[in-house]
């Protein structure tokens, strides 16, 4: 059973950093990233905040953008989430996903809070 482990979540005050980081108990994912929830979103709301694929491409939402950094180990399993810069409006839950290979299953972390004030 594949599971993922998230850690770095926490509370910070507006300007400052985090990072945020996801285990993956086996090997070989397509994808990783990172979507979040806002307070008071229904979880189909989530939104994606940023992807780095096995070739080591990314891909950032808008918000991230210049602000965040993903990146991947895939000897460790692990990708990786710096967040800079960081606004009221980033407060969610943060949720890494992996997605397979093959048929592109996606497993999710259990979620981790990032709350920012100003």
């Known amino acids: 059973q594949v599971q993922l482990a998230e850690s770095g979540g926490g509370l910070v005050q507006s300007g400052g950093s985090l990072r945020l980081s996801c285990t993956s108990s086996v090997s070989d994912f397509a994808v990783m990233g990172w979507f979040r929830q806002a307070p008071g979103k229904r979880p189909e709301q989530r939104e994606l905040?940023?992807?780095?694929?096995?070739?080591?491409?990314?891909k950032y939402s808008d918000f991230a953008r210049g602000r965040f950094t993903i990146s991947r180990d895939n000897t460790k399993n692990t990708a990786w989430l710096q967040m800079g810069s960081l606004k009221p409006e980033d407060t969610a839950v943060y949720y890494c996903?992996?997605?397979?290979?093959?048929?592109?299953?996606?497993?999710w972390g259990q979620g981790t809070q990032v709350t920012v004030t100003s």
């Open positions: 996903y992996f997605t397979s290979r093959g048929i592109g299953r996606n497993y």
């Open positions: 905040v940023a992807s780095v694929f096995a070739s080591g491409g990314t």
